[in-house]
């Protein structure tokens, strides 16, 4: 496990390096990064020797040793014992006390042991490693409702979108048209069981004995169930146009 250094340096910067290196590893995760700090060691001749076990399951490894009081880079001697293990030695003027030291050692080759990281979802990528979550939009264009007056209708697009678990982001392109009365005024909004506020794609009013027309695109999430719905208001006059235009994948229904 891989945990910061807490104590304030006298040297600035430095330790707070070493913290953004963690950091950058995914913090306490282990596989990738090792670090501890020293137990009590007996010098001999003026030289501390330190077997650190370190357990990330390769040799190709970079260590370096820190003073914990001060943050200074010590320098050492390291030996590669096994995939695990190293000993370190370095030059101490007396007997070391727990908590002197820092080491860290960082995993730099290919072999390092994965396997205690932490669980990733890779759903969004294909065999292939191609992303498809949030992918390409997939062309339809399905005219799905023409010159339709009624509001408060469902609109089924299972016949257009895969029959997975999956939700989507659809593309819908919609026209409105006014010809009643100075005045009149039609709204065409949208909602799915995700968005269930309702969302305008366009509007128009009718301002003249001349017709109005207006035009509008709008992206909404659609759920599994794969209905969106045109929002019913009373006081709509007039008809509406509605294309599905594309979809891409965005995702499960978790």
Partial sequence: MVDKITTTPTTGGVISKINEIIDNLGGGSSGLAYSAECPAIT?????????????????????????????????????????NAITVTFVASSNVS?????????????????SNLADINLSNLSST????????????????????TTTGVDYDLSDYLPNDNYNYEILLYGQVNVNVSNGSYR????????????????????ASSTSATSTGTLIIAIGTNRKITVTERTSDK?????????????????
Avoid at 133 to 145: K, P, S, T, Y
């Fill in 98 to 114: 727990a908590g002197d030291y820092k080491i860290v050692v960082l995993a730099s080759g290919a072999n390092a042991n994965t």
């Fill in 238 to 254: 007039g008809n509406y146009n509605l294309w599905f235009k594309a979809y891409r994948r965005i995702g499960t229904n978790a």
């Fill in 129 to 148: 490693g191609t992303k498809v979550l949030d992918g390409q939009w997939v062309a339809v264009n399905e005219w799905i409702a023409n010159t339709a």
């Fill in 187 to 206: 709204n065409l909004c949208v909602s799915s069981s995700i968005i269930t506020s309702e969302c305008s794609i366009c509007a128009a009013r009718q």
């Fill in 43 to 83: 010098i001999a001749s003026g030289v501390a020797t330190w077997a650190v076990t370190h357990n990330l399951g390769t040799t190709n490894v970079i260590a370096n040793l820190y003073n914990v009081s001060t943050g200074a880079e010590i320098e050492k001697n390291i030996v590669v014992n096994s995939a």
